[in-house]
């Protein structure tokens, strides 16, 4: 299969260059960045010397669709909606790494992303991304909403003791953390060494754009509406996020219930790695890799459950998903090209 990369030269779309240049069933095609035009791979980045690239080149839609199979967006929310329909139209599958299709809603999309929806039609033809609960939706799909980095982290931690039914819908609560590299490579006083090192900071309290994605998924769970707290925090770091969960019980279950309700509701997932009783994970441990560590705590004093869910940012939230979701639309094995263990220390 030949694939497009749009957005080829941000911390997405690199990684997406590693994962499908060792790709065996995948070859990249064409590598699109309006901001380097004409330039080799490794003259923007010295570490791709060596490695085989098309040159890269600016937006072209005829160009993009030619003798291309798949292509993936990984660009800045407000982009992909202006170029996907009439890729799709082309009979050409698309895998969206940006916020456009995610909300089925489009006065939500507008609300949240301060952005013009795209069109309802497309909305509607979208499958959410996320793997081990789309499989089979997925697997038909011709346009694929990549989750966010954020809702990935908090899903795949609440989601099966959500349908479960063992906690209170209305007390969730997520606490998010993230390393910098989530905002981007776009230079920012946020994102600057001096603001950043040495320093944790809260950031979109009520406001972030991955709210209403989350609640939408959950609620879809749930069948009800879900509303919940979600606040993020910058921590000092290149990559990886940590969603530390917490929801009242409204059964009575022990830690061991816990990890054994997540271990069957994950047993074909092979991205889930979850914890033993007393464990709990850390960035450091899914570093570089497409894997999401799950670890719990019941805290029988305040009949609460604490869910501590971890994900590479870049990886599973983001290039790595994207290659899975390729790799389920193609009908390969879920894990081609992904079978890497985290990078450790």
Request: glycine share 8%; proline share 5%; hydrophobic share 35%.
């Amino acid at each position: 299969m030949k694939a497009a990369i749009v957005g080829a030269t941000g911390y997405s779309g690199l990684e997406l260059i590693r994962l499908l240049t060792n790709h065996p069933y995948i070859t990249i095609h064409s590598v699109v960045s309006n901001s380097y035009d004409g330039k080799n791979g490794e003259e923007v980045y010295p570490h791709l010397s060596g490695v085989e690239l098309p040159r890269l080149a600016p937006m072209d839609k005829d160009g993009l669709a030619d003798g291309t199979d798949v292509v993936f967006f990984a660009t800045p929310s407000g982009v992909s909606k202006e170029y996907i329909p009439e890729l799709i139209e082309k009979g050409i599958k698309c895998i969206d790494l940006s916020g456009d299709f995610r909300l089925k809603s489009p006065s939500l999309y507008k609300e949240w992303y301060k952005y013009t929806p795209a069109s309802q039609k497309y909305l509607s033809q979208s499958v959410y991304g996320l793997s081990e609960i789309n499989k089979e939706k997925i697997a038909d799909a011709k346009l694929i909403a990549n989750p966010g980095c954020y809702p990935t982290a908090a899903i795949l931690g609440i989601l099966p003791v959500l349908k479960q039914r063992w906690i209170d819908e209305t007390s969730i609560i997520i606490d998010g953390k993230s390393g910098v590299s989530g905002a981007g490579r776009g230079l920012s006083l946020g994102t600057h060494f001096a603001e950043t090192n040495e320093n944790v900071k809260a950031y979109k309290l009520g406001k972030h754009q991955h709210i209403p994605e989350i609640e939408q998924v959950l609620s879809n769970a749930a069948n009800q509406s879900i509303t919940l707290t979600f606040s993020t925090h910058l921590v000092p770091m290149t990559r990886g996020i940590l969603c530390t969960i917490y929801a009242k019980l409204s059964e009575k279950v022990t830690s061991e219930n816990v990890v054994s309700l997540y271990k069957e509701f994950y047993r074909n997932s092979p991205f889930v790695r979850i914890r033993e009783n007393g464990t709990y994970p850390s960035t450091k441990e899914v570093y570089g890799s497409n894997f999401c560590d799950i670890g719990f705590a019941v805290d029988e004093r305040t009949n609460q459950l604490i869910i501590v869910s971890v994900i590479d940012n870049v990886m599973k939230g983001a290039a790595g998903q994207a290659v899975q979701n390729a790799n389920i639309m193609m009908g390969w094995k879920e894990t081609t090209g992904l079978e890497l263990s985290p990078l450790y220390p």
